[in-house]
């Protein structure tokens, strides 16, 4: 789908009442509004956990598709927090939901992406990190480095020994066929960052995959001005290379090209500072919605 970022849409702030964790909501107080939106857009949104955290906590998907429209032509996805400490993107996330479900109701692109499109948002694929704030699950895996890994595993995408959430998602994933991809991740210089992390191979799409990361941190004003990475898109193992990476399985086993976006420098950064990194994202969160 072709279209132009002229979006018009409701930026509507919520969730900064009563809030713990530096300012931040707690997992609590997100689900509750994840509950609340569905409530009130039921046609639009359909709230669905996948299973649960090691400490018993929802891992939410929302499924986003205008249901009394025909069956999507496709599937888009839009994860974070598989590092819990990395709250940018669930923030990023919540805004984008709410402006979505909010716009549609008077914008004909969001409408029309709402009846071809199903989109997939995870907020917090790792809550009992996002609660605590730690990196790892409560079980203390590091959910991006315990995926199946086709440089160690092979060919085998088994679900055994790996921790509840990935288990979770590797379920969801094999349901629900995923075209394209994004997984916020914080701590690093705003870059985008594109397959392979586990190898300097090439594969077919390399060229696409890295247009895209380019055309994402081109709309964002920090990550177009990266000095280290030109454009703000860095190709992952030449950067640095990790194994088990959601990002390598989702495309390896899936045929899902996932780009890692690392939104923020500071994983957890004053809660005031979120309205200016939704407002440096939005634009790129929103063309990636709508052209593809
Ligand atoms: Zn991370």
Redesign the pocket.
């Known amino acids: 789908m072709k279209a132009i970022i002229a979006v018009s849409l409701f930026f509507f702030s919520f969730m900064s009442i009563g809030a713990t964790n530096d300012g931040y909501p707690t997992q609590e107080q997100v689900d509750s509004e994840l509950r609340k939106l569905s409530l009130r857009f039921p046609k639009q949104m359909k709230l669905e956990s996948i299973g649960k955290s090691v400490q018993g906590r929802e891992i939410w998907v929302v499924r986003l598709h205008d249901h009394s429209s025909k069956n999507p032509d496709l599937r888009l996805a839009l994860i974070a927090g598989?590092?819990g400490d990395?709250i940018v993107g669930r923030e990023l996330l919540m805004r984008l939901l709410s402006d979505i479900l909010e716009g549609q109701k008077k914008d004909g692109l969001l409408k029309q992406l709402l009846q071809q499109r199903e989109i997939i948002l995870v907020p917090c694929f790792n809550p009992d990190g996002c609660e605590n704030k730690t990196?790892t699950n409560a079980q203390g895996f590091d959910l991006?480095r315990a995926f199946p890994d086709f440089t160690i595993d092979g060919p085998d995408n088994s679900q055994d020994g790996r921790p509840p959430e990935v288990v979770a998602w590797m379920k969801f994933q094999k349901e629900n066929p995923i075209a394209f991809s994004l997984s916020y991740?914080?701590?690093?210089i705003p870059t985008v960052n594109y397959p392979w992390d586990n190898s300097p191979e090439k594969f077919p799409e390399q060229s696409l995959a890295r247009a895209m990361a380019l055309e994402y941190a081109g709309l964002n004003p920090t990550m177009r001005a990266n000095k280290q990475f030109p454009g703000g898109a860095a190709h992952g193992n030449s950067w640095y290379a990790i194994q088990g990476g959601m990002q390598d399985w989702s495309l390896f086993f899936h045929k899902n090209l996932q780009l890692?976006v690392?939104v923020s420098l500071l994983?957890w950064p004053p809660y005031e500072t979120i309205a200016e990194f939704y407002r440096q994202n939005q634009a790129s969160m929103l063309n990636f919605l709508l052209t593809h």
């Open positions: 598989v590092h990395e990196r991006n991740h914080g701590g690093e890692t690392e994983e």
